[in-house]
Protein backbone atom coordinates (compact mmCIF):
# COMPACT_ATOMS: atom_id res chain seq x y z
CA UNK A 1 0.00 0.00 0.00
CA UNK A 2 1.52 3.29 -1.18
CA UNK A 3 1.63 6.68 1.66
CA UNK A 4 2.19 10.00 1.61
CA UNK A 5 3.17 10.35 5.34
CA UNK A 6 7.03 11.57 4.41
CA UNK A 7 5.59 14.20 2.36
CA UNK A 8 3.02 14.90 5.06
CA UNK A 9 5.81 14.75 7.70
CA UNK A 10 7.63 17.10 5.43
CA UNK A 11 5.81 19.81 5.69
CA UNK A 12 5.36 20.10 8.95
CA UNK A 13 8.97 19.42 9.98
CA UNK A 14 8.81 16.83 11.64
CA UNK A 15 11.32 13.90 12.24
CA UNK A 16 9.88 10.25 12.14
CA UNK A 17 10.57 10.24 15.68
CA UNK A 18 8.38 13.55 16.63
CA UNK A 19 5.80 11.44 14.37
CA UNK A 20 6.49 8.06 16.62
CA UNK A 21 5.70 10.16 19.57
CA UNK A 22 2.85 11.74 18.15
CA UNK A 23 0.79 8.40 17.53
CA UNK A 24 2.41 6.68 20.91
CA UNK A 25 4.48 3.95 18.63
CA UNK A 26 8.02 3.15 18.24
CA UNK A 27 10.47 5.23 15.22
CA UNK A 28 10.72 1.50 13.86
CA UNK A 29 6.86 1.65 13.40
CA UNK A 30 6.99 4.92 11.59
CA UNK A 31 9.39 3.57 9.30
CA UNK A 32 8.03 0.82 8.24
CA UNK A 33 5.03 2.13 7.61
CA UNK A 34 6.50 4.96 5.50
CA UNK A 35 8.54 2.74 3.66
CA UNK A 36 5.42 0.69 2.76
CA UNK A 37 7.08 -2.61 4.29
CA UNK A 38 3.82 -2.39 7.01
CA UNK A 39 0.40 -1.53 6.74
CA UNK A 40 -1.13 0.08 10.01
CA UNK A 41 -3.92 -1.26 11.98
CA UNK A 42 -7.15 0.50 11.03
CA UNK A 43 -6.94 2.46 14.66
CA UNK A 44 -3.20 3.05 13.73
CA UNK A 45 -4.46 4.84 10.30
CA UNK A 46 -7.50 6.65 12.10
CA UNK A 47 -5.03 7.98 14.60
CA UNK A 48 -2.46 8.99 11.56
CA UNK A 49 -5.22 10.68 9.75
CA UNK A 50 -6.11 12.94 13.22
CA UNK A 51 -2.62 13.40 13.81
CA UNK A 52 -2.32 15.15 10.17
CA UNK A 53 -5.55 16.24 10.68
CA UNK A 54 -6.60 14.29 7.39
CA UNK A 55 -8.26 11.59 6.04
CA UNK A 56 -7.01 8.34 5.92
CA UNK A 57 -8.06 8.32 1.85
CA UNK A 58 -5.56 11.28 1.49
CA UNK A 59 -2.61 9.48 3.61
CA UNK A 60 -2.82 5.76 1.87
CA UNK A 61 -3.94 4.48 -1.51
CA UNK A 62 -4.38 0.74 -2.13
CA UNK A 63 -2.49 1.08 -5.53
CA UNK A 64 0.78 -1.36 -5.25
CA UNK B 1 12.79 -8.29 22.99
CA UNK B 2 14.56 -5.34 21.97
CA UNK B 3 17.76 -3.86 23.54
CA UNK B 4 16.79 0.13 23.59
CA UNK B 5 13.24 0.97 24.19
CA UNK B 6 10.84 3.15 26.05
CA UNK B 7 8.03 0.92 25.01
CA UNK B 8 6.93 0.13 28.76
CA UNK B 9 5.14 -2.82 27.34
CA UNK B 10 8.37 -4.63 26.36
CA UNK B 11 10.06 -3.40 29.79
CA UNK B 12 7.62 -5.25 31.37
CA UNK B 13 7.79 -8.50 29.19
CA UNK B 14 11.48 -8.41 29.30
CA UNK B 15 11.54 -8.33 33.04
CA UNK B 16 9.33 -10.94 34.06
CA UNK B 17 10.56 -13.29 30.81
CA UNK B 18 13.97 -13.08 32.64
CA UNK B 19 12.67 -13.82 36.16
CA UNK B 20 10.55 -16.79 34.56
CA UNK B 21 13.95 -17.81 33.01
CA UNK B 22 15.47 -17.81 36.01
CA UNK B 23 12.80 -20.01 37.69
CA UNK B 24 12.91 -22.71 34.33
CA UNK B 25 16.83 -22.79 35.28
CA UNK B 26 16.07 -23.54 39.27
CA UNK B 27 13.43 -26.03 39.15
CA UNK B 28 15.07 -27.83 36.32
CA UNK B 29 18.17 -28.14 38.60
CA UNK B 30 16.05 -28.74 41.31
CA UNK B 31 13.65 -31.23 39.68
CA UNK B 32 16.68 -33.05 38.45
CA UNK B 33 18.60 -33.69 41.52
CA UNK B 34 14.97 -34.57 43.49
CA UNK B 35 14.43 -37.05 40.91
CA UNK B 36 18.13 -38.49 40.93
CA UNK B 37 18.71 -37.82 44.84
CA UNK B 38 15.99 -38.07 46.53
CA UNK B 39 14.29 -41.74 44.89
CA UNK B 40 10.90 -40.73 45.08
CA UNK B 41 8.22 -42.44 44.02
CA UNK B 42 4.31 -42.25 43.11
CA UNK B 43 2.57 -38.30 42.76
CA UNK B 44 6.40 -36.66 43.93
CA UNK B 45 7.99 -38.23 40.58
CA UNK B 46 5.08 -35.99 38.94
CA UNK B 47 5.61 -32.66 40.82
CA UNK B 48 9.37 -32.83 40.25
CA UNK B 49 8.92 -33.66 36.37
CA UNK B 50 6.28 -30.92 36.18
CA UNK B 51 8.12 -28.21 38.34
CA UNK B 52 10.23 -27.06 35.10
CA UNK B 53 7.48 -27.05 32.87
CA UNK B 54 5.47 -24.51 35.08
CA UNK B 55 7.58 -21.44 33.92
CA UNK B 56 6.84 -22.57 30.22
CA UNK B 57 3.63 -22.41 31.02
CA UNK B 58 3.42 -18.89 32.62
CA UNK B 59 6.46 -18.16 29.74
CA UNK B 60 3.42 -18.66 26.92
CA UNK B 61 0.94 -17.33 29.25
CA UNK B 62 3.29 -13.83 29.86
CA UNK B 63 3.30 -13.21 25.43
CA UNK B 64 -0.39 -13.60 25.42
CA UNK B 65 -0.02 -10.78 27.85
CA UNK B 66 2.39 -8.77 26.28
CA UNK B 67 0.17 -8.69 22.89
CA UNK B 68 -2.49 -7.80 25.07
CA UNK B 69 -0.78 -4.76 26.47
CA UNK B 70 1.18 -3.93 23.50
CA UNK B 71 0.01 -0.51 22.25
CA UNK B 72 2.52 -0.51 18.81
CA UNK B 73 0.57 -3.23 16.77
CA UNK B 74 3.81 -3.28 14.54
CA UNK B 75 5.85 -4.37 17.45
CA UNK B 76 3.19 -7.06 18.30
CA UNK B 77 3.45 -8.18 14.54
CA UNK B 78 7.26 -8.51 14.40
CA UNK B 79 6.23 -11.19 17.75
CA UNK B 80 3.96 -12.83 16.19
CA UNK B 81 6.39 -13.10 13.27
CA UNK B 82 9.45 -14.21 15.87
CA UNK B 83 7.55 -16.52 17.34
CA UNK B 84 6.29 -18.15 14.49
CA UNK B 85 9.97 -18.47 13.03
CA UNK B 86 10.88 -19.90 16.63
CA UNK B 87 8.26 -22.77 16.27
CA UNK B 88 8.83 -23.66 12.59
CA UNK B 89 12.63 -24.10 13.32
CA UNK B 90 12.23 -25.50 16.17
CA UNK B 91 9.56 -28.37 14.17
CA UNK B 92 11.64 -28.44 11.22
CA UNK B 93 15.25 -29.36 12.65
CA UNK B 94 13.96 -32.10 15.76
CA UNK B 95 12.04 -33.23 12.86
CA UNK B 96 15.18 -34.29 10.70
CA UNK B 97 16.88 -34.44 14.13
CA UNK B 98 14.75 -37.06 14.88
CA UNK B 99 15.03 -39.11 11.64
CA UNK B 100 18.74 -38.90 12.09
CA UNK B 101 18.56 -40.04 15.50
CA UNK B 102 16.33 -43.02 14.58
CA UNK B 103 17.77 -44.56 11.24
CA UNK B 104 21.33 -42.68 11.24
CA UNK B 105 22.67 -43.16 13.95
CA UNK B 106 22.87 -39.48 15.35
CA UNK B 107 23.59 -38.69 18.97
CA UNK B 108 19.93 -38.47 21.00
CA UNK B 109 18.68 -35.04 21.27
CA UNK B 110 17.85 -34.84 24.98
CA UNK B 111 13.80 -33.44 24.55
CA UNK B 112 14.86 -31.22 27.43
CA UNK B 113 16.77 -29.18 25.07
CA UNK B 114 13.65 -28.48 23.52
CA UNK B 115 12.48 -25.40 25.16
CA UNK B 116 16.20 -23.32 24.84
CA UNK B 117 16.40 -24.28 21.73
CA UNK B 118 13.07 -22.79 20.83
CA UNK B 119 14.39 -20.10 22.52
CA UNK B 120 17.54 -19.23 20.76
CA UNK B 121 15.36 -19.74 17.44
CA UNK B 122 12.75 -17.26 18.57
CA UNK B 123 15.82 -14.92 19.20
CA UNK B 124 17.46 -15.65 15.76
CA UNK B 125 14.00 -15.16 14.15
CA UNK B 126 13.66 -11.82 15.61
CA UNK B 127 16.63 -10.40 14.22
CA UNK B 128 15.72 -11.80 10.83
CA UNK B 129 12.23 -10.05 11.47
CA UNK B 130 13.60 -6.96 12.79
CA UNK B 131 16.50 -6.54 9.62
CA UNK B 132 13.38 -7.13 7.03
CA UNK B 133 11.82 -3.73 8.26
CA UNK B 134 15.02 -1.80 8.31
Known sequence: MKNRLRVLRAEREWSQADLAERLEVSRQSVNAIETGKYDPSLPLAFKLARVFETTIEAIFSDEK | MGCKTNNPAVWRFTRRFIVLSLLYAVFSVLSTYGLLRWHSTGIVI???????????????????????????????????????????????????????????????????????????FVGISYGIVKARYR
Open chain 2, 46 to 120: WLLAVLPAIPIAMAVLLTGRYMREEKDDFQSAVLVQSLLGGIGATLVVTTVWGFLENYAHFRRLDILMLWPLYLV
